[in-house]
């Protein structure tokens, strides 16, 4: 009588937490490369673990700076002039709500230039005002509507933003690093796997 058929088992169940280590031990299935991996890993994980921080306070503090010199210089420049409304400026669909109060839209103005020109130009406006009515415009050192200088704040903002995005850069750069090297490592790898089943094929 045949021995009867083994009952199917399940297939074995991979590790939740994958040994991310091993490429450090000592062990007959590690690879020269394997380790260098290791250290192209560990190397780009210091070098940019530095780097960003560095790199965003440099940018941000840059940028800061740049943005500061251009405001202090627009302000020793411009002024502030009141204008006059050429038209009935638009009115708003919802007079009164909190998206009218925060809407400009540009209209036609008149106004006199440091230089005692008479000019019109295009500014924002808030809705519903009526011909005539008084606008408060910045005018830049040649006398063109311009928008103000950016306040500390803004600048703020912008500083951190470009600061957070160099930074960013930083940390995309060593991880696509680290992708390409463990990419032409891995067709290494395969191709040494295929040289030795071919060689075992042979024998």
Known sequence: MSDPIPRAQPPPQ?????????????NPLRRRNDLFQAWVGLLLAVAVGVATPLTGWAVGASVHGSLSATAEQQARTGRHLTAVLVHDAPRHPEPGSAEARETRYPAEVAYTAPDGT???????????????????????????IADPPAGPEDIRYRAIGWGSAAGCTVLATGKLAYAVTAHLLDRRRSAAWSDAWHRAADR
């Open 14 to 26: 991979r590790a939740e937490h994958p040994d991310r280590w091993w490429r450090w031990r000592n």
């Open 118 to 144: 008479g000019r019109t130009a295009t500014a924002d406006v808030v809705p519903g005002l009526a011909a005539g009515a008084g606008v408060r415009v910045w005018v830049d050192g040649d006398g063109d």
